[in-house]
């Protein structure tokens, strides 16, 4: 006994001061912003190292553990749930996954959105593979035929192009062709070698107002066997310039930013997201350790029932040796130790499979020692005691400010809301206003050629305007239509989440109430029935009752205890389900989300 005592005792204590260590975990990292190009420039295109799942139990329990056994106080189980409850483990990656949704989306492309967080799907769909910024491809532009025999204009279409991450692409070519000809007048000769080698450089990159350009410098050396030509090899460098503003579809920082704003209201649902997943994990967790307790009481309440049965059966058969009993009362005893034996067997089953569900909440792997450790409970039942319970206005107002599904419904409503001006844009015709500016250098020598086209000897300069638009717009129009109407379906669901929160305030408070009446009415029970068994035991003693009447009042008894048991464990669950639909479950067990985030209580 004394040491069960003290394995209680240093589970209690151990449970205590670990509470107490300061989290010394490195902050988790932040994938919202990718890594710098400088001045390491190949760490963009390497891959994160993203720590890996981690399936070990961690060493909380373990000093819990004494002689075989494992003494679990209600502290050491909210902690244990926070650093080893697999589902809270799983939740706890959704607002990293939200961190590469804004990644992703202040590159210019689509967030793909996370558990609770919702990307209104016209604006995603618009997006997907590519850009809310419509094509990332390059743009057309015009073209000088430097080195050729003969010029050519060319009309010019400067298309949209680019994401906001802006793209670098090197090129580079060697070219031998061999080709025939149908005549001599040009060339002067009937078949011409052409030997090219050409190398380009192209940056293109866009932006949020709506705005795209692209720089490119191109060079290439050609030698060919024609004659009549004025330079064998012929250089012919060249740079390129071209900008596009997008004036009405596709125009402004509010239309090209919706999808971070979207991504960044994912920050806030996930980590509430999270929250919720790790308050339900909290709340199973306390309740199956009241489920436990429960039934370690009625293991309790089974064997003193047994106890008590077997002193009626010895006393019975000690008076049917004396002559004094018949019997019918020593098989009428006897009857109720086998019955009292089958009931102890069953509380004891009980309470296996209740270590096993608990254990099971607490360890990623329900190794040995933990899986066949005995469980040793540190705390017993609240008392129901007759404090004051909150006034359901107040209760349900703490709710709506506290409860993750609010914020979540919240946040939703908001990315509905961000996307709009995108899809209103979207109705607008496409204006694109775009110029061009282009330079080319031809001569023998590289170095003469570059220095004709930096000096816009032979320049090309082009300006433009395109106007497209869809014929009925139908598209569009039902696009913007329905994102309406999932904005209206957004709000539907705050509303209805705000009057689910009321009713679950509502039962949890007369939960409360109902289980403190039940407990107390339940105590007086079993002091009733006790002070009955005591009478009826003196009056069997002194021949004025039957060993079946004993027998009967101590099943009643039993089933007393039994009832006080039920009442207890309903009144604690009712406290925990209190916290939940309060939302305050977190600060009422003193669990910082913040330290929960990194695996850790506080």
């Keep these: 006994m004394m040491r069960l005592a003290t394995a209680l005792a240093c589970g209690a204590l151990c449970g205590q001061l670990l509470g107490q260590v300061p989290d010394s975990s490195p902050p988790p990292a932040d994938y919202s912003t990718g890594r710098k190009l400088f001045p390491h420039f190949w760490k963009p295109y390497q891959s994160w190292q993203v720590p890996g799942a981690n399936l070990a139990n961690t060493g909380l329990l373990q000093t819990a553990m004494h ?30 996954m939200a961190q590469t949704d804004l990644l992703r989306a202040r590159s210019g492309g689509s967030p793909r959105g996370v ?7 016209d604006v995603f769909a ?18 000088s ?15 949209p ?31 011409v070698t052409t030997g090219t080698g050409a190398f380009s450089v192209n940056y ?59 991504a960044e209201n994912e920050q806030k649902i996930e980590r509430e997201s999270f929250r919720q997943q790790l308050i339900a994990a909290i709340v199973s967790a306390k309740n199956a350790y009241w489920d436990l307790v429960a039934a370690k009481e009625s293991v309790q309440a089974a064997q003193e029932a047994l106890v008590a049965a077997q002193q009626l059966a010895a006393n019975n058969r000690r008076q049917f040796e004396t002559g004094t009993m018949a019997q019918l009362d020593v098989v009428t005893a006897d009857s109720q130790v086998a019955a009292s034996q089958r009931d102890l067997i069953v509380a004891q089953t009980n309470v296996q499979n209740a270590e096993l569900t608990l254990k099971s909440m607490l360890v990623k792997r329900l190794d040995e020692p933990f899986a066949s450790a005995p469980v040793d409970i540190v705390d017993s039942f609240p008392e129901p005691d007759n404090a004051q319970l909150p006034k359901p206005d107040e209760a349900v107002k703490t709710a709506n400010d506290n409860r993750p599904e609010v914020s979540i419904a919240q946040g939703n409503i908001k990315s509905q809301q961000d996307v709009l001006p995108f899809l209103h844009n979207a109705l607008l015709p496409s204006v694109n206003v775009f110029g061009l500016l282009s330079t080319v250098g031809l001569y023998n020598v590289f170095g003469t050629s570059f220095t004709e086209a930096i000096h816009f000897r032979y320049p090309q300069y082009a300006f433009g305007l395109t106007i497209s638009f869809p014929v009925h717009n139908r598209q569009a129009q039902a696009d913007d239509i329905r994102s309406r109407m999932e904005l209206d379906q957004a709000k539907d669901t705050l509303v209805r989440t705000q009057s689910q929160i009321e009713v679950d305030v509502q039962n949890a408070l007369i939960a409360v109430a109902q289980s403190r009446a039940q407990a107390a009415a339940a105590r007086e029970t079993v002091q009733l029935e006790q002070q009955k068994l005591d009478a009826e035991k003196q009056k069997l003693n002194t021949g004025l009752s039957t060993s079946y009447n004993v027998v009967l009042i101590q099943r009643d008894l039993l089933a007393a205890q039994l009832a006080e048991v039920q009442a207890l464990d309903a009144y604690a669950k009712a406290r925990v389900s209190l916290d939940q639909a309060m939302g305050t479950t977190l600060e009422s067990n003193h669990v910082d989300l913040d330290a929960a985030l990194r695996g850790r209580a506080r």
């Design 204 to 262: 293109v990159q866009a932006f949020s107002t709506g705005t795209s350009f692209t720089v490119s410098y191109s060079m290439q050396r050609q030698g060919s066997t024609q004659e009549h030509i004025l330079f064998d090899p012929a250089f012919t460098p060249g740079f390129t310039a071209t900008v596009s503003q997008q004036m009405l579809n596709g125009f402004g920082t509010r239309v090209n930013k919706a999808l971070i704003k979207v």
């Design 67 to 96: 002689d075989g056994r494992l003494a679990l106080s209600l502290e050491l189980v909210i902690q244990a749930v926070v650093e080893n409850n697999l589902s809270v483990a799983a939740a706890r990656l959704y607002p990293a």
């Design 161 to 191: 192009s680019g994401i906001f991450d802006p793209s670098l692409s090197v090129a580079f070519s060697i070219d031998h062709t061999v080709s025939p000809l149908n005549s001599t007048r040009v060339s002067g000769v009937p078949v």
């Design 126 to 143: 618009g997006a997907e593979g590519g850009s809310i910024l419509g094509t990332a491809g390059g743009g057309g532009g015009g073209a």
């Design 145 to 159: 035929n430097a080195g050729g025999i003969t010029g050519a204009a060319t009309a010019v279409n400067i298309r």
């Design 115 to 121: 558990d609770a967080a919702v990307v209104p799907n």
